[in-house]
């Protein structure tokens, strides 16, 4: 069911939700022409519109609970990208401060490397979707020099109270980095939000039966009752794809970090 998130992706923001609100409306008169083609047009009895009401009250009890489910997913996943911004700039930062300690040239590089991957980790959170595989590649090019970086100024310290202070901070900021892009491509499962999408269609289908020989009169209720699902859709969209809707993970964190680096240490410095 891949494709069916991938689909999504692809669509504009809007264009989701118009669909959306359109399909349920015309499932919603499917499901009244089927009562009519099947039934008839006639009233229900009383007994009929109990069991109608049960069924209903079933139905949307159902469908709230997996909404409810698959909000908290999307919920969940948007705080641990954002909680991880906030890890990735302390780690950098910690990271550029000890650095600092190394012995001349290597503090400078060290320190200009770590500043150059801070603000390419900051244009990767602010970029959005379609920009984030190529700003993901230059972030992990320069994981790599920092690695290299790391390791030829480190060989001589590795034994040290230096090193042993300074590769742990290093090694931390190559962990966030990629634990930071696999938060951001991990989606709410296709199979999940096809599922989603289908019950809300079929739980309108079964309004439009329900409700045949009422119709008319509650045609602005049932309109009412999918603007408000196709809000509580479209949240979930939103908070599980960041920086591509409304909702935007905060990446104040980092760009105080960027704002806040100490000019670089002397490369000739004896």
Same mark, same amino acid.
């Given at each position: 069911?891949?494709?069916?998130?991938?689909?999504?992706?692809?669509?504009?923001?809007? +264009?989701?939700?118009?669909?959306?609100?359109?399909?349920? +409306?015309?499932?919603?008169?499917?499901?009244?022409? /089927?009562?009519?083609?099947?039934?008839?047009?006639?009233?229900?009895?009383?007994?009929?519109? +109990?069991?109608?009401?049960?069924?209903?009250?079933?139905?949307?009890?159902?469908?709230?609970?997996?909404?409810? =489910?698959? =909000?908290?997913?999307?919920?969940?996943?948007?705080?641990?990208?954002?909680?991880?911004?906030?890890?990735?700039?302390?780690?950098?930062?910690?990271?550029?401060?000890?650095?600092?300690?190394?012995?001349?040239?290597?503090?400078?590089?060290?320190?200009?490397?770590?500043?150059?991957?801070?603000?390419?980790?900051?244009?990767?959170?602010?970029?959005?979707?379609?920009?984030?595989?190529?700003?993901?590649?230059?972030?992990?090019?320069?994981?790599?020099?920092?690695?290299?970086?790391? /390791?030829?100024?480190?060989?001589?310290?590795?034994?040290?109270?230096?090193?042993?202070?300074?590769?742990?901070?290093?090694?931390?900021?190559?962990?966030?980095?990629?634990?930071?892009?696999?938060?951001?491509?991990?989606?709410?499962?296709?199979?999940?939000? =096809?599922?989603?999408?289908?019950?809300?269609?079929?739980?309108?289908?079964? $309004?439009?039966?329900?409700?045949?020989?009422?119709?008319?009169?509650?045609?602005?209720?049932?309109?009412?009752?999918?603007?408000?699902?196709?809000?509580?859709?479209?949240?979930?969209?939103?908070?599980?794809?960041?920086?591509?809707?409304?909702?935007?993970?905060?990446?104040?964190?980092?760009?105080?970090?960027?704002?806040?680096?100490?000019? $670089?240490?002397?490369?000739?410095?004896?």
């Amino acid at each position: 069911m891949d494709w069916f998130a991938e689909l999504i992706d692809r669509m504009n923001f809007w +264009v989701v939700t118009l669909v959306l609100l359109v399909s349920l +409306v015309a499932a919603r008169e499917f499901g009244g022409w /089927l009562h009519r083609r099947l039934e008839g047009n006639k009233d229900d009895c009383a007994e009929d519109g +109990v069991d109608k009401q049960f069924v209903i009250t079933g139905t949307l009890g159902l469908l709230a609970l997996l909404i409810a =489910f698959t =909000f908290s997913l999307s919920l969940h996943r948007y705080e641990e990208r954002r909680m991880t911004v906030v890890a990735e700039a302390n780690a950098i930062g910690t990271a550029e401060m000890r650095v600092r300690l190394l012995n001349p040239p290597d503090n400078a590089r060290m320190a200009a490397l770590l500043q150059a991957y801070a603000r390419a980790r900051l244009a990767y959170g602010l970029a959005d979707s379609a920009e984030k595989r190529a700003l993901a590649a230059k972030s992990a090019s320069l994981r790599s020099e920092i690695q290299a970086a790391a /390791l030829a100024a480190l060989a001589p310290e590795s034994r040290t109270p230096l090193g042993i202070t300074v590769t742990p901070s290093i090694n931390a900021v190559l962990d966030i980095g990629a634990e930071r892009e696999a938060l951001n491509t991990a989606r709410v499962p296709g199979a999940i939000l =096809f599922c989603l999408f289908s019950f809300n269609l079929l739980s309108a289908a079964m $309004l439009g039966y329900a409700l045949t020989g009422t119709r008319a009169r509650q045609r602005p209720a049932t309109i009412a009752l999918f603007l408000l699902l196709t809000m509580a859709l479209m949240l979930i969209l939103d908070l599980d794809a960041p920086q591509r809707g409304m909702i935007k993970v905060d990446q104040s964190p980092m760009l105080q970090l960027v704002d806040g680096f100490a000019p $670089l240490p002397q490369a000739n410095l004896q």
